[in-house]
């Protein structure tokens, strides 16, 4: 499927715990495009007391990726800035001091929490971000203790109006079959809203998103394959770009 969107990786070299150096960077930018996809969020950790790379070293680096792109990928597939923001009480204030928090200068925010944090937790500091007019969507929620074992626990997120992504590594069975079963669950119930590859590397963890295009449009169909990751994408980077 061409023209698809990743909206969490970890492509931006020398950030955070994904690509190494900026040749890994091409050569996964490369994957990305052979397999359909011409626009990429790019999303660095930020997580207090373990990633915390300053902002200007992250915008030189995506300055400088973006236009290595333009020179040995395509002119075609586009980059966009964000982050996958890990939650904490005192999170609210960096907005205040950092400009990239949210994905493509859009309201919404790819929100992590930690494995095992609780319903309440998860709840209070989304509500937070909503409050304060952020949008967030949580990143891999097949992780999370609290999501992955109540399906009607994601519902009432939803509802909330958070969005939930997977990763396409879990769709594809990846990380178990007990994880992939859950993810069809999400589908068949219409609680899925994004996947995103969360490439780290070319080998251990490398971008998937057109096996991924191939297994949703199988289970599920052409056009819900085309929402989860076209249309629904979509809407992200156009809030702001028009």
Same mark, same amino acid.
């Given at each position: 499927?061409?023209?698809?969107?990743?909206?969490?990786?970890?492509?931006?070299?020398?950030?955070? @715990?994904?690509?190494?150096?900026?040749?890994?960077?091409?050569?996964?930018?490369?994957?990305?495009?052979?397999?359909?996809?011409?626009?990429?969020?790019?999303?660095?950790?930020?997580?207090?007391n373990?990633?915390? +790379?300053?902002?200007?070293?992250?915008?030189?680096?995506f300055?400088?990726?973006?236009?290595?792109?333009?020179?040995?990928?395509?002119?075609?597939?586009?980059?966009?800035?964000?982050?996958?923001?890990? +939650?904490?009480? @005192?999170?609210?204030?960096?907005?205040?001091?950092?400009? *990239?928090? +949210?994905?493509?200068?859009?309201?919404?925010?790819?929100?992590?929490?930690? *494995?095992?944090?609780?319903?309440?937790?998860?709840?209070?500091r989304?509500?937070?971000?909503?409050?304060?007019?952020?949008?967030?969507?949580?990143?891999?929620?097949?992780?999370?203790?609290?999501?992955?074992?109540?399906?009607?626990?994601?519902?009432?997120?939803?509802?909330?109006?958070?969005?939930?992504?997977?990763? =396409?590594?879990?769709?594809?069975?990846?990380?178990?079959?007990?994880?992939?079963?859950?993810?069809?669950?999400?589908?068949?119930?219409?609680?899925?809203?994004? =996947?995103?590859? @969360?490439?780290?590397? +070319?080998?251990?963890?490398?971008?998937?998103?057109?096996?991924?295009?191939?297994?949703? #449009?199988?289970?599920?169909?052409?056009?819900?394959?085309?929402?989860?990751?076209?249309? *629904?994408?979509?809407?992200?980077? #156009?809030? *702001?770009?028009?």
């Amino acid at each position: 499927m061409e023209g698809t969107y990743d909206i969490h990786c970890h492509i931006l070299p020398e950030v955070d @715990d994904g690509s190494k150096s900026m040749d890994e960077s091409i050569q996964m930018l490369k994957m990305q495009y052979e397999d359909g996809v011409r626009a990429i969020i790019l999303t660095p950790h930020y997580r207090k007391n373990m990633f915390e +790379t300053p902002e200007e070293i992250i915008m030189r680096k995506f300055g400088s990726l973006q236009q290595r792109a333009e020179e040995k990928v395509s002119t075609d597939l586009k980059l966009h800035l964000g982050c996958e923001l890990h +939650t904490s009480m @005192d999170m609210l204030e960096l907005f205040q001091i950092r400009k *990239n928090l +949210t994905l493509a200068g859009s309201s919404f925010v790819l929100t992590e929490f930690s *494995n095992t944090d609780s319903k309440d937790y998860v709840k209070e500091r989304c509500y937070q971000l909503l409050s304060n007019g952020y949008q967030p969507i949580l990143a891999h929620i097949e992780r999370y203790e609290c999501t992955y074992r109540n399906l009607d626990f994601v519902d009432e997120l939803r509802q909330m109006g958070i969005r939930m992504q997977v990763n =396409a590594g879990s769709i594809l069975g990846s990380n178990g079959r007990s994880v992939k079963r859950y993810c069809r669950k999400l589908m068949k119930r219409d609680l899925l809203d994004f =996947a995103g590859s @969360d490439a780290h590397d +070319t080998l251990q963890r490398p971008p998937s998103i057109g096996a991924c295009a191939t297994m949703l #449009e199988k289970q599920m169909g052409y056009s819900y394959a085309r929402r989860i990751l076209i249309e *629904n994408p979509s809407k992200i980077v #156009e809030e *702001n770009h028009g």
